[in-house]
């Protein structure tokens, strides 16, 4: 079904570019469960939408910001590790969009943090997280 829908949506069209938004922290924050499960699902239709629509000369990209420099993010109330101003944030995300990256996640002390509480299991990773002070 999936295939017939985007075959409709992209018949006459030949390249492109589709983004899709994920925050790194969403990954684990325990306090917004639904948000992050919505974010993994995010996650994987670009996996899989980037796959599908290759051929097609559409790439598509998921970008996975840690602490972007913002009024929104000024009112954050955990830490913010790695805080990275917004034109350094545009800077990165058009490289990664230029080089065709499937996945930018800066930065990548962050991103490299994220992937190694997704390896432990739950209650080490809250009992980290409780240790920082983000959940």
């Given at each position: 079904?999936?295939?017939?829908?985007?075959?409709?949506?992209?018949?006459d069209?030949?390249?492109?570019?589709?983004?899709?938004?994920?925050p790194?922290?969403?990954?684990?924050?325990?306090?917004?469960?639904?948000?992050?499960?919505?974010?993994?699902?995010?996650?994987?239709?670009?996996?899989g939408?980037?796959?599908?629509?290759a051929?097609?000369?559409?790439?598509?990209?998921?970008?996975?910001?840690?602490?972007?420099?913002?009024?929104?993010?000024?009112?954050?109330?955990?830490?913010?590790?790695?805080?990275?101003?917004?034109?350094?944030?545009?800077?990165?995300?058009?490289?990664?969009?230029?080089?065709?990256?499937?996945?930018?996640?800066?930065?990548?002390?962050?991103?490299?943090?994220?992937w190694?509480?997704?390896?432990?299991?739950?209650?080490?990773?809250?009992?980290?997280?409780?240790?920082?002070?983000?959940?």
């Open positions: 079904q999936a295939a017939f829908d985007i075959d409709h949506l992209v018949s069209k030949k390249g492109g570019r589709t983004v899709d938004h994920q790194l922290l969403q990954e684990i924050d325990a306090r917004k469960r639904m948000n992050s499960r919505f974010s993994l699902a995010v996650d994987l239709e670009g996996e939408l980037r796959g599908l629509l051929g097609r000369g559409i790439g598509v990209t998921v970008i996975c910001p840690g602490f972007v420099a913002t009024a929104m993010s000024d009112a954050y109330p955990c830490p913010r590790p790695f805080l990275v101003p917004a034109e350094r944030a545009a800077a990165i995300i058009r490289a990664g969009l230029a080089r065709n990256r499937a996945r930018i996640a800066f930065p990548w002390p962050l991103a490299l943090a994220m190694f509480l997704a390896l432990l299991p739950p209650s080490a990773s809250l009992f980290l997280q409780r240790l920082f002070r983000f959940a």
